[in-house]
Antibody, heavy 116, light 107 residues
Framework: EVQLVESGGGLVKPGESLRLSCAAS????????MNWVRQAPGKGLEWVSF????????DYADSVKGRFTISRDNAKSSLYLQMNSLRAEDTAVYYC?????????WGLGTLVTVSS | AIQLTQSPSSLSASVGDRVTITCRTS??????LAWYQQKPGQPPKLLIY???SLQSGVPPRFSGSGSGTDFTLTINYLLPEDLATYYC?????????FGQGTRVENK
């Protein structure tokens, strides 16, 4: 069974940093593109970033470009999101999601709250 | 970025109804579209990909159609467990983008 388990969320102040992790199991992690998708409270879905199987190809939403960094460790079947210079508008549930085209498996998400 | 516009934003329907949700994209995306269902407190679940292919395990009362810029998700014979919010998403180009969602409520 595919499992994606996010961790690392919490309450931080504007301007601070946070690192999210996603532990994957039940599939060949190294063969899948991975993504982060977020959802602000009561709002819709926003794609944040993707990383290719080897990490050679990466892209970000304009809203996080220059502040967030995605990475992966295939040996550990883990995905990461380093979030710097956090803003109030980054408050959301962050989902770890597998897939290069369709987003076929989603974790339960981790809540990031940015507030003073 | 490709923009996706769903309509309606919400709808009320009864058990047994046929429900149709549309998604229009700001530029042609061939059939590079997926549909997701999200229930409160849960992550989204993939229903349809490539505009009309049913994801494994999804009941056949769900179907998708369309290509280019106009797409449709249809739920034939709505069941109580189908009350949820539905999102379309394009995977033709980056950044991946979603529609704003359609909330299906009980009439």
């Amino acid at each position: 069974e595919v499992q994606l388990v996010e961790s690392g969320g919490g309450l931080v102040k504007p301007g601070e940093s946070l690192r999210l992790s996603c532990a994957a199991s039940g599939f060949t992690f190294s063969s899948y593109y991975m993504n982060w998708v977020r959802q602000a409270p009561g709002k819709g879905l926003e794609w944040v970033s993707f990383i290719s199987t080897s990490g050679s190809y990466i892209d970000y939403a304009d809203s996080v470009k220059g502040r967030f960094t995605i990475s992966r460790d295939n040996a550990k079947s883990s995905l990461y999101l380093q979030m710097n210079s956090l803003r109030a508008e980054d408050t959301a549930v962050y989902y770890c999601v597998s897939g290069s085209y369709r987003l076929d498996h989603w974790g339960l998400g981790t809540l990031v709250t940015v507030s003073s | 970025a490709i923009q996706l516009t769903q309509s309606p934003s919400s709808l009320s329907a009864s058990v047994g109804d046929r429900v149709t949700i549309t998604c229009r994209t700001s530029e042609a995306i061939s059939s590079d579209l997926a549909w997701y269902q999200q229930k409160p407190g849960q992550p989204p679940k993939l229903l349809i990909y490539d505009a009309s292919s049913l994801q494994s395990g999804v009941p056949p009362r769900f179907s998708g159609s369309g290509s280019g810029t106009d797409f449709t998700l249809t739920i034939n014979y709505l069941l109580p467990e189908d009350l949820a919010t539905y999102y379309c998403q394009q995977f033709n180009s980056y950044p991946r983008t979603f529609g704003q969602g359609t909330r299906v409520e009980n009439k």
